[in-house]
């Protein structure tokens, strides 16, 4: 991206394409040019562990699937020309400068992993046996430089001993300039350790060196409780200063001072840099063309309330370049974006959509089948194996097909042309390509069908390149044989495919969001900018949920302030209607159309119509029964003493010393997460308390700091205001007595080995934060909750905030215990994913779903209970009441109540019983 | 004996497994041509019937991925 | 076992006199000795034909399914697991039942006891606490009862009803230092080829005559797959791949919910030992899931339930 000019709703971009020298749009993927390129270099992408032709592809899972020419070491030999059938490659390609109109703008760049090599005390130039945790990740992979073998480098020798360092570019402002933490570090190097033991044949000792365990993320604590526990990890509280290479075994010796001051030293066969992120030169570079600010850590500048505008109206920013983050919280910044892309650009939605041609189907049920299979050469893709003649033979004598072709590349368009008028020539009913994969082909093909006016689902497509020619390549005979075979099993099915229909289903446009906390306030907001009407129900009889009782963001922002404002607009918006002291009562519908009963405070019911559901059902602090709680008035919770800090309590400046225990009611047994939030908000409090009074004794007493990000510099700033810290463990947790005239708090001091006591007049306890556990909730919605008693989502990692159960969505601390700008994220995220149903307005169903035959059904339930989205029901009246019935609307098409129907009263269409036996059949 | 060459019947997960002997075609790895495979929707979707069927049409192995 | 059935036959004649419920199910004195048969009866006088000994072995649970009447119904423990197991399964309703529990003392092995008396016409069975006597036309044996209970009987470890409105009796003593699976550890034991060999043997005399199925109050469904057409699953014929495909296909619809009432066993004519297939499985679900079939009302058997966080190491 070299410029961009204009204004929000009008930008102009200017981006220079640079040359790939290979043309994407006719490169088929297939890779003749890398096997015959005769130049070999680094692979950049197995991190220099492997090696690559001049021409390739970056990794096998690339999109779009075709190959480039590195020109830096392409010695212009013409090789890859001459065997490229396709006629993709383009030596003269020059950089082209393209120019476009956009409304806004989203970055999404990334960042990069730190590079250690400068830090020559962790020996990563001179032994190849330290390597960064990219470099190992591509030693795990499968499709790595060793296959997946767990291997050292130095010797390909399998290691019996690993060591991983962490905060390697993180939280050293000494050796780096890195003041913040990485965030995502601690959780891959336990995933590393845990994947490298599975990987390992034998017994492989992992240790993990580092100075909190930051498992801050929704189960990451129990992860790490299993990787201790179960995988019998070691985990070892030190920052270690020094690694040196053992010259004639290529071991590693490492020093290190334990937590109680000894010095200790032992030997690994491999060491692995946790390195962390970097905001790249370019990046900061592009930020200041751009006149975006950028963090202390060269992060781009967001606000709480608005986690992905950056400083320049109209240009937003997810992932990242906006602070260090795993994928989950990416993918929650990547939707939250794109709403925040529509709140300004939704009038023009949908104004550059075009209308696609219908073409009427030709009628086939009831007909014989007759069947046209083509069969692929792929340029020698295939051809250079497989007899493909001796294939397109076999498939002729096939029972009812009445067709047979080969064809050069059966995807071209000229051939798409051909199968079109063959289908009509012929009066085909069903079609089987032998080619390449369904995976990226079939819809294609599909096409292809639909414009001759057969029915899409008249179609199979069998592998006989991906896993056929390609794999085989030594045994052309034996490959030939099994393409025959997968031709026969693809006729036998396809002729027993019958013509299935795709459903429409509208959607309502109406929104139900239920919550009014920050999450809850701010799906309403964004949903009625983008046009939508908006039900917002909140239990409570006031607006703003826990953000009520809290003072400061994390970035030192007015939390009333900000609150105030957001309810101010949801409460004078029209479009959004407002429910206090109301509670649902009944739930029924599904996507698109749920009717929802609320009962007011009052005793009225009313009904709501609406499309979709957003859960943003908060959760609150625990109250602890743990350290004189309620018991003495000097005890006192987060939201206590930020009570106390907005009222402005006078009292709190002639504290003397003033205590916070951390991890009250979290991390425990009872309570296994992390909650999330409660280490930055004591380091606010504590930065907060010593402000009021600089000469006031602030202790926080904590068993790991879990400051993520640039929160970070809280932590810091905290320490250099002269907080003090003290560790505790969960078996030696602190004693709290009340002495004559202050509270005693007795700590066990890890160095000197021996308990300590200090006195105070304020002890501040960081407690957990418990979700409601509303269970009532969750059947309304068939969503499922975890033993913690927050909600689950569709996917951990790709699907934070939304439902396995279509038109429900997650935000805020129903989901997990969160920051004020993490929810408002997620509120966005989770209003981005209800616009993609929502602005569609109608619903194509797919053809492959599940469908009941109730002479056959038994009632048992079986397919009710066991559907992860809630697609089969009784029928409720009528001759089969008590039969199962399918919603094909809900159905995803995985077939899993149907393998589980004893009855054998379920189907699934398009890969119906009969047809999975008839390829059985035909093996 | 030492001609005896297994025969496996393979079901497939469309979305992971499928996709993974798609990639192991793509990295060129070569493995003996003995599976013949079934794409399934899921693997929730192979019905113990599936299995048997299998062994009943003389498969020696059969193997669900997904 | 006497006190049994005349507080049987008080408790059905109440509940029919009072209208409580439209009919009771329990057994009657077979024809045969050994041999006592599920009997339906409708009207209170009926009800002196009812009987309880430790013959009776067919599961009752079988005349529960999708009836819509008010129902009084005996139960041991087997057999009330067997009512949580259809309750869950929506093939009756809990308020549709009155479960007279039957703490139980096991089931007496009819073939064994032939054997004993080697085969001689057997013509009355008396039945003395610990102990009963085998009377034909020429003799008269007396056997302990505890040698003779049926193999499911002698390891059961729920004798006791688990849902019951009225008890007849005392509960029992449930059995805690019983080995359930010494038998099929010894065939897990087994090398393939062997285990091969076991189960061919097994069930070689198999004559598919569906008796288990029909015996088994788990088989309800309107068609069974081994009836299917399109596609057939498994062939008619007596062949060994035909069989064995049946007996896996049975016993896996069983998985999770059998309940070892031994049933099946009990109306094989060829003598078939077919739990050997249902027990593995009884015992992988109890291993892998700390799951036994019909306990609670609030849980469905494991092989119904999908969660995405299994807990469960074998499941990643």
């Not at chain 1, 299979?373 to 009445?402: H, M, Q, S, T, W």
């Not at chain 1, 039900?535 to 939390?559: C, M």
């Not at chain 3, 091969?196 to 070689?204: A, W």
Request: aromatic share 8%; glycine share 6%; proline share 5%.
């Amino acid at each position: 991206m070299e410029s961009v000019e204009g204004a929000p709703g009008d930008f102009t971009v200017t981006l220079v394409n640079y040359p790939r020298f290979i043309d994407p749009d006719v490169c088929t993927g297939c890779g003749q040019c890398a096997q015959a390129c005769p130049i070999t270099g680094v692979n950049e992408y197995d991190c220099g562990l492997g090696k690559r032709a001049a021409i390739s592809i970056r990794y096998a899972q690339a999109i779009p699937l075709a190959y480039n020419i590195d020109r830096d070491i392409c010695i212009g030999c013409g090789l890859c020309e001459k065997v490229c059938l396709a006629e993709a490659v383009r030596y003269d390609d020059r950089p082209r400068k393209t120019e476009l109109r956009v409304g806004a703008l989203v970055l999404t760049p990334g960042s990069k992993v730190f590079d250690p090599k400068d830090l020559d005390t962790l020996c990563c130039r001179e032994s190849p046996n330290v390597v960064t945790s990219m470099e190992f990740e591509r030693i795990l992979s499968a499709s790595g430089p060793y296959l997946g073998h767990l291997m050292r480098p130095y010797d390909r020798e399998e290691p019996a001993k690993i060591a991983w360092l962490q905060c390697v570019g993180s939280r050293d402002i000494h050796r780096c300039d890195h003041g913040y933490c990485s965030s995502v570090c601690c959780m891959y190097a336990i995933k590393e350790a845990v994947i490298a033991k599975e990987h390992a044949r034998g017994d492989l000792d992992c240790a993990i060196f580092f100075m909190d365990m930051r498992t801050y993320g929704k189960d990451f604590e129990r992860y790490y409780e299993d990787a201790r526990n179960k995988h019998k990890i070691r985990f070892i509280r030190s920052r270690v200063h020094t690694v040196d290479e053992i010259r004639d075994t290529g071991d590693l010796l490492i020093q290190y001072a334990t937590e109680d001051g000894r010095l200790k030293a032992e030997t690994f066969d491999m060491v692995v840099l946790s390195v962390g992120f970097e905001t790249p030169r370019e990046l900061i570079d592009l930020s200041r063309t751009l006149q975006l600010q950028l963090t202390e850590g060269n992060f781009c500048q967001t606000s709480s309330f608005a986690p992905v505008s950056t400083s320049r109206e109209g240009i937003f920013v997810g992932g990242a370049f906006q602070n260090p983050k795993d994928i989950p919280q990416s993918v929650i910044d990547a939707s939250a974006a794109a709403c925040a892309v529509g709140e300004i650009l939704s009038p023009s939605r949908h104004t550059l959509t075009k209308a696609k041609e219908k073409i009427p189907e030709l009628p086939v049920v009831g007909e014989r089948p007759r069947i046209g299979v083509f069969v692929c050469k792929c340029g020698i893709n295939i051809a250079g194996v497989v007899d493909v003649d001796a294939v397109r033979e076999y498939a002729a004598g096939l029972p009812y097909v009445v067709y047979a072709a080969d064809n050069l590349y059966t995807c071209s368009q000229d051939t798409q042309d051909a199968i079109s008028r063959v289908i009509k020539e012929n009066h085909l009913n069903r079609v089987v390509v032998a080619a390449c994969t369904p995976k990226t082909h079939e819809p294609l093909f599909q096409e292809t069908l639909a414009a001759a006016g057969l029915n899409k689902y008249l179609f199979e497509m069998t592998n006989i390149r991906n896993q056929d020619s390609w794999v085989h390549r030594d045994s052309p005979e034996l490959a030939t044989e099994k393409a025959k075979d997968l031709v026969r099993m693809a006729v036998a099915k396809v002729a027993l495919m019958e013509p299935l229909q795709e459903s429409t289903l509208s959607i309502d446009q109406n929104v139900l969001v239920v919550g009014g906390g920050v999450a809850g306030l701010m799906c309403a907001r964004t949903l009625s900018r983008q046009g939508y009407e908006v039900f917002l129900i909140e239990r409570s009889n006031v607006l703003g949920g826990q953000a009520l009782d809290l003072y400061q963001t994390w970035k030192g922002e007015d939390i009333q302030d900000q609150v105030c404002k957001l309810i101010d607009d949801v409460e004078r918006d029209v479009r959004i209607h407002v429910y206090l002291s109301t509670e649902l009562t009944s739930v029924e519908g599904f996507v698109g159309n749920f009717k929802t009963q609320v009962k007011t405070g009052d005793g009225r019911t009313s009904q709501i119509e609406h499309g979709v559901a957003i859960l943003a059902t908060g959760a609150q602090e625990y109250r602890p029964e743990e350290y004189l709680y309620g018991r003495d008035p000097r005890v006192m919770t987060h939201l206590e003493l930020d009570r106390r800090f907005m009222a402005g309590d006078p009292a709190l400046k002639e504290i003397q010393s003033a205590v916070f225990i951390q991890c009250v009611g979290s991390r425990e047994p009872e309570r296994p997460y992390c909650s999330r939030v409660c280490c930055t908000h004591s380091m606010e409090s504590a930065l907060h308390l010593k402000e009021l009074n600089p000469d006031m004794e602030v202790v926080i007493l904590y068993r790991d700091i879990r400051t993520y990000g640039e929160r970070e510099y809280l932590y810091r700033a905290a320490r250099e205001a002269g907080v003090r810290f003290f560790r505790f463990s969960l078996d030696r947790k602190p004693r709290v007595r009340a002495g004559e005239d202050r509270l005693e708090i007795e700590v066990m001091d890890t160095i000197l080995g021996r308990p300590i006591v200090m006195k105070a007049d304020l002890l501040t306890l960081a407690a957990a934060i418990v979700p409601y556990r509303d269970q009532k909730l969750a059947q309304f919605f068939k969503v499922p909750m975890n033993e913690d008693g927050f909600f689950v989502e569709a996917h951990a990692k790709l699907g934070p905030s939304e439902f396995a159960t279509d038109g429900v969505f997650l935000c805020g601390m129903a989901h997990y215990p969160k920051s004020i700008d993490e929810s408002a994220a997620q509120a966005l995220a989770a209003s981005s994913r209800a616009v993609t149903l929502l602005a569609r307005k109608e619903f194509q169903v797919s053809g492959t779903v599940a469908e009941v035959n109730p002479l056959y059904c038994s009632g048992c339930g079986v397919c009710v209970e066991i559907c992860p989205y809630s697609a089969p029901s009784f029928v409720s009246e009528g001759r089969f009441a008590g039969k199962a019935q399918i919603n094909p609307v809900l159905c995803k098409g995985c077939g899993l109540c149907v393998a589980s129907c004893r009855s054998g009263a379920l189907n699934l269409k398009g890969f119906g019983e009969d047809q999975i036996i008839a390829m059985i059949n035909e093996m | 004996m030492s001609e005896w060459e297994a025969k496996i019947t393979t079901f497939l997960c469309n979305w992971c497994s499928y996709g993974a002997a798609d990639l192991a075609g793509v990295s060129r790895f070569q493995y003996p041509p003995n599976f013949r495979i079934i794409r399934v929707p899921c693997s929730a979707r192979v019905s113990p019937k599936f299995i048997l069927a299998a062994f009943r049409h003389g498969a020696d192995g059969v193997w669900v991925s997904g | 076992m006497v006190k049994y059935t005349e507080k049987i036959q008080e408790i059905a004649k109440r509940l029919l006199q009072e209208e409580k419920v439209d009919v009771f199910i329990g057994y009657r004195k077979g024809t045969m000795p050994m041999m006592n048969q599920p009997v339906l009866i409708t009207a209170p006088e009926e009800a002196a034909r009812l009987y309880w000994d430790n013959f009776c072995g067919l599961n009752l649970c079988n005349y529960l399914t999708k009836r819509t009447d008010r129902i009084g119904v005996i139960a041991n423990g087997c057999n009330s697991r067997n009512m949580v197991t259809h309750i869950i399964e929506n093939q009756i309703q809990r308020e549709q039942l009155y479960i007279v529990g039957i703490p139980c003392e096991g089931m007496i092995d009819h073939r064994a006891v032939m054997r004993a008396v080697h085969y001689k016409e057997i013509l009355d069975i008396e039945q003395n606490g610990k102990t009963f006597v085998v009377k034909g036309a020429d003799f008269e044996e007396t056997f302990e009862k505890e040698k003779f209970l049926q193999s499911n009987c002698a390891v059961c470890t729920h004798r006791n009803p688990v849902i019951y409105d009225e008890l007849v009796g005392e509960l029992v003593e449930e059995q805690t230092d019983v080995s359930a699976y010494e038998d099929v550890e010894k065939v897990e034991a087994m090398d393939p080829e062997k285990k091969q060999g076991f189960f061919t043997r097994l069930i070689g005399r198999c004559i598919r005559c569906y008796a288990c199925r029909n015996a088994c109050p788990l088989c309800y469904c309107p068609t069974c797959f081994v009836d299917e057409s399109k596609p057939q699953w498994v062939g008619k014929s007596i062949d060994p791949t035909d069989t064995l495909t049946f007996h896996f296909l049975r016993a896996y619809h069983c998985a999770g919910r059998c309940t070892d009432c031994g049933a099946c066993e009990r109306v094989c004519p060829m003598g078939i030992p077919m739990r050997q297939f249902t027990k593995k499985l009884n015992k992988d679900c109890l291993e892998l899931f700390s799951w036994e079939a019909g306990l609670t009302l609030d849980q469905r058997p494991p092989l119904d339930v999908y969660r995405p966080d299994d807990y469960n190491d074998f499941i990643k």
